[in-house]
């Protein structure tokens, strides 16, 4: 996830690289990137670990469907702001700073790096404390975050869009892990809702950002994304680790924490 949201950083740089030197006709060089990750995964591919042994957790296949469903849901809140931040964020931030197409390119990439940071950090706060309370305090940052986008002016809005960076990618990664944990029996299936809802989700709603801001303003359909972190934040107010909701412990047998060996308890 580290490696794909780098490379999200890096994108509206390069697309503005190749924009700037030959317009629309030279958008054929993106595809090299492309090429490239193709030919690494295949010499990587054959040299992949062959999967572990079952837990024991996987072996008794307690699914909790009832999480599982507001784990979506919250999926789903992030990937309204998200992906209506990655469509619109250019051209408001332009219009707001006056700085033209480069100030929004900035503040684009700006969202992916503080993106990659967060990913990062969503992993090591995840071993300190529980997972559901990390995603939790990042949607309440998340919340100020896309506020100050929404109303801050001027220059003063490129911290706020770091703080909303971070804040909307610390529960990426954890979210896929919930799901898997919530349906432990159907790894495969958790993972294709919370990856597959992080991208679709927000793609059928974006237009519907853009017709409301061609009838009131940009500023103005940016306000009803604030809504969505904070309803995030509400739904996992209701959620339990999934240790807990199916009566294990952290300290219990069947339970091993993230790289330690099997066996290690």
Do not use: K
Not at 86 to 111: C, D, E, M
Not at 124 to 148: P, Q
């Amino acid at each position: 996830m580290l490696g794909g949201n780098v490379g999200f950083a890096a994108a509206p740089l390069l697309v503005g690289l190749v924009a700037a030197l030959g317009g629309l006709r030279y958008t054929p060089i993106l595809l090299v990137p492309a090429v490239v990750g193709s030919v690494l995964y295949l010499l990587a591919a054959p040299t992949a670990p062959e999967p572990g042994p079952t837990t024991s957790r996987q072996v008794a296949g307690i699914d909790d469907w009832p999480a599982m469903v507001r784990l979506a849901a919250v999926v789903v809140c992030r990937s309204i702001v998200f992906v209506g931040l990655g469509t619109f964020l250019a051209l408001h931030v332009a219009q707001r700073t006056g700085g033209g197409t480069a100030a929004g390119i900035a503040a684009l990439a700006l969202l992916y790096v503080g993106g990659a940071v967060g990913t990062v950090a969503g992993g090591r706060l995840a071993e300190r404390w529980r997972r559901v309370d990390v995603a939790r305090w990042a949607y309440a940052a998340a919340v100020v975050g896309v506020s100050g986008i929404v109303v801050v002016p001027g220059l003063a809005i490129y911290p706020f869009v770091i703080i909303t960076a971070i804040a909307l990618y610390v529960p990426f990664s954890l979210q896929t892990t919930l799901a898997q944990d919530y349906l432990p029996s159907r790894i495969g299936t958790a993972s294709g809702i919370t990856l597959g809802l992080t991208v679709s989700a927000g793609g059928l709603t974006s237009p519907l950002v853009g017709a409301l801001a061609d009838h009131t303003s940009l500023q103005a359909a940016l306000v009803p994304l604030v809504a969505m972190p904070a309803l995030a934040w509400l739904l996992l107010r209701r959620l339990s680790e999934p240790t807990d909701a199916v009566g294990l412990t952290p300290g219990s047998q069947t339970m091993q924490s993230p790289g330690s060996p099997p066996g290690s308890g």
